[in-house]
């Protein structure tokens, strides 16, 4: 009784989350422009999608973006896990405060506050402007993955490298980031989607001309959605969806074989 | 050991700024005439045009898109981007007009604005634009409704019917300020730019009254809601129409007779446009009839270009009242104008009334 109750639950659950964009999946396949007819199963939106030049540009910029700007992040977010753990308890703790303070913010304040400042200084709004603000946005979401990691790290084994003659940086390839490795993959993934879906803050920091996936699927809100976007979000959504799995198995992965 | 982090980290930090830095200042590097930075609605041009002026002036077109008046106006405003041409509705027009954020436009550089748009919406313009120094119509249209023959027992022609007990449950409202107050005042013969505290009481009142036979506020949903059979009358814009009807012709456009909004897209030039030439060439070439024909058979909204209307080749769009209905008929359609900031407010206030009541 309670087992069926129990898988009830997680049925409902399931629906809710995923009917929308099951929906949207099976209008991807609709020959029929709108969502009250079936005109047919057909591949031609996505067909169309690939010969789309702004979709296309569009796509690769989104791409370019998220790699970019995870890549950075994830530099900059190890190093400055690696720093904080050298510093006193209360510095770190305060530091890490500050870092965690953008992920609570309201996407839009981070955006809007990004647009002023950007302003102020005189930036060109381009594609540069958005990869700046991703990879602020996206280094406290590396930081939160890391640091965990870097707390388990026993600093006598670095010592002990030190002791045998390897050099800071040997010491540091060699030793510490192999243990920090699992963590920084997850941020770097992590980041990755983050600043695969944004919207608000790209929105505000993009230049003319420059659109990501999310901003042009938004300016198609007063003519009506296209199809061909639908066949992309289906394309978007698979994609997110394997590197949320790849996320989730690295670290489960690792931690299976130090149980054993 | 610290240190040496600290430096890598500098290091790190400063090299990545100076690739940004790179990157941000080799923004376009324009045409063999220049460029011009054109901020448009969604979907709202056929990019085969944009292609063709770029290739005729040698003048390179950085095209970007909006989604709504409200979006676009804080990024104009602030500056971000360094628009030239812009195409807002007609109440956006007069708060930017009112802001002192447009330039005067110089007709003589644009032929084609003068020769072949109907004088008639210059005319209309005056609603948000008095003396048409801002602005050249691109799209327009009216509001009216949409019904489903099959549906109703006799023809909707008044907005009245929206307030048919018959039709609970089967109307469609537009989930927005300015087009759900419009209904109300249009019924009770008000204009629709009042702020006339009293006015705007009556008109809220009915909204009320009417609110239990309302089916669902929607926006982009009347168009798939309407076509697939799901409700009887919704309200729509005529741009809409024909396009629904097209997929369902069971359902036919009316103006109500108590009338109505006529709203007009226009281009408008930034006061501190960094290519105003450009932005005039822009303007003029799409108001050429062979071009302004192209975006009307790609957008499917009315064309306010009477050159391109006679190039229409299907006779039935060609004369078609919904796309084009005779402007000289009605007397008693009017543009939206901005109410300022307090007839905002009030207007909103209202408008949470009705929905939360």
Known sequence: ?260 | MKKKNVKTAILTVSCALTAMAALTGCGSSGGENGEVIVYNWGEYIDPETIDMFEEETGIKVIYDEFETNETMYPKVESGAASYDVVCPSDYMISKMIENDMLAELNFDNMPNAKANIGEQYYEQSKGFDPDNKYSVPYCWGTVGILYNQTMVDEPITSWAQLWDEKYADNILMQDSVRDAFMVAEKLHGFSLNTVDPEELETAKNSLIEQKPLVQAYVIDQVRDKMIGGEAAIGVIYSGEAIYTQRENPDLVYVIPEEGSNVWIDSWVVLKDAPNKENAEKFIDFMCRSDIAVKNFEYITYSTPNDAARELIEDEDIKNSEIAFPDLSQYDNLEVYVYLGEEGDALYNEMWKEVKSN
Not at chain 1, 87 to 106: C, E, F, V, W
Not at chain 1, 248 to 253: D, L, T, V
């Open chain 1, 1 to 260: 009784m309670r087992n069926t109750a129990r898988k009830i639950y997680i049925a409902l659950i399931f629906i809710f989350l995923y009917a929308p964009i099951f929906t949207l999946m099976v209008l991807s396949f609709n020959a029929s422009k709108t969502r009250a007819k079936w005109g047919g199963f057909t591949f031609k939106w996505y067909s169309a999608l690939f010969q789309n030049r702004d979709i296309m540009e569009a796509l690769v910029n989104t791409l370019l973006i998220a790699v970019i700007s995870s890549l950075v992040a994830t530099v900059i977010g190890t190093i400055a896990c690696v720093s904080m753990s050298g510093m006193k308890r209360k510095t770190r703790s305060i530091l890490l405060g500050i870092t965690n303070i953008p992920m609570l913010n309201a996407d839009i304040v981070t955006g809007i506050s990004l647009m002023l400042l950007f302003i102020s200084f005189g930036i060109r709004f381009g594609v540069g402007t958005i990869l700046l603000s991703h990879i602020t946005f996206n280094i406290p979401y590396v930081i939160l993955s890391i640091m965990p990691r870097m707390k388990q790290l026993n600093p006598s084994t670095y010592e002990a490298a030190l002791d045998l003659g390897a050099s800071h940086t040997t010491a540091f390839f060699k030793v510490v980031f192999p243990d920090l490795l699992p963590g920084i993959l997850s941020g770097f993934l992590m980041a990755f989607t983050m600043s695969l879906d944004d919207f608000i803050i790209t929105h505000f920091t993009k230049g003319a001309g420059v659109d990501t996936l999310s901003t042009k699927i938004y300016t198609e809100v007063k003519k009506g959605i296209k199809p061909e976007m639908y066949a992309l979000s289906t394309i978007i959504f698979v994609t997110v969806l394997l590197l949320l799995i790849l996320v989730n198995m690295a670290p489960s992965g690792k931690n299976e074989k130090a149980d054993k």
